[in-house]
């Protein structure tokens, strides 16, 4: 079995700030883990991916997520928020046995960037 | 590269009616299609997993009568929802796979496709 848990559904920050958005994943074997993101009544872009390779992973728009194996998190940030990045954030994981190859996904973090 | 399309992306229809939704790769071959539907405010659930030339498989819970998913060439499934009504109204996002490669564990998806029935 494989969950994923975003903590906090709504994250606000001012432009320029640092964006942190956590994600906690449950799997029975060695993840892959992803993170996508929706704008309004579209469907999801790829940010960055974790396939067991580096567990720093750098991703578009300036976005980045490190895999904790100990910690059991795949935590988002970036530097600093642009307003563009305003929209909804999910994290997936897909993992083996029956559910190989299925994405799993958090509950979604909105996030809110102030000028 | 790796794009996904489907279509109709809005449609509006009856209660009793049946709509169908296509989702297409259209740079790749993809043995391997997923449905979602996504209500307001909430999460991606995952409704069935669809491999090319052979039945879906459904998620707990999904009605596979109500569902129907036909997978029918590397490049095409369809989701028809059949006998509509007023709660099957949601957004339906599928996505792709792509059996070669090295994006064999990533899927790819669509814009979406967003079902109001009256």
């Known amino acids: 079995a494989q969950s994923v848990t975003q903590l906090g559904s709504h994250v606000s920050v001012s432009e320029g700030a640092l964006v942190l958005l956590r994600c906690n994943y449950s799997s029975s074997v060695p993840p892959y883990l992803f993170w996508y993101v929706q704008y309004p009544n579209q469907g999801l872009q790829l940010l960055l991916k974790?396939?067991?390779?580096?567990?720093l992973v750098k991703g578009i728009n300036g976005f980045e997520a490190e895999f904790k194996k100990s910690e059991t998190s795949f935590h988002l940030t970036k530097p600093s928020a642009h307003m563009s990045d305003a929209a909804e954030y999910f994290c997936a994981v897909s993992g083996g046995g029956t559910s190989y190859g299925k994405l799993t996904f958090g509950q979604g973090t909105i996030l809110t960037v102030h000028p | 590269g790796a794009v996904v399309s489907q279509h109709p992306s809005r449609v509006i229809c009856k209660s009793g009616t049946s709509v169908k939704i296509e989702c297409r790769s259209l740079d790749f071959q993809a043995t391997t299609m997923f449905w979602y539907r996504q209500f307001p405010k909430q999460s991606l659930m995952l409704m069935a997993t669809?491999?090319?030339?052979?039945?879906?498989?459904?998620e707990q819970g999904v009605e596979k009568d109500k569902f129907l998913i036909n997978h029918a060439s590397l490049t095409l499934s369809t989701l028809t929802v059949t006998s509509a009504h007023p709660e099957d109204s949601s957004f339906y996002i599928c996505?792709?796979?792509?059996?070669?490669?090295?994006?064999?564990?990533?899927?790819?998806f669509g814009p979406g496709t967003r079902l109001t029935v009256l």
């Open positions: 974790y396939t067991s390779a580096a567990t």
């Open positions: 669809s491999n090319e030339g052979s039945k879906a498989t459904y």
């Open positions: 996505s792709a796979r792509d059996a070669s490669g090295l994006t064999y564990n990533e899927q790819f």
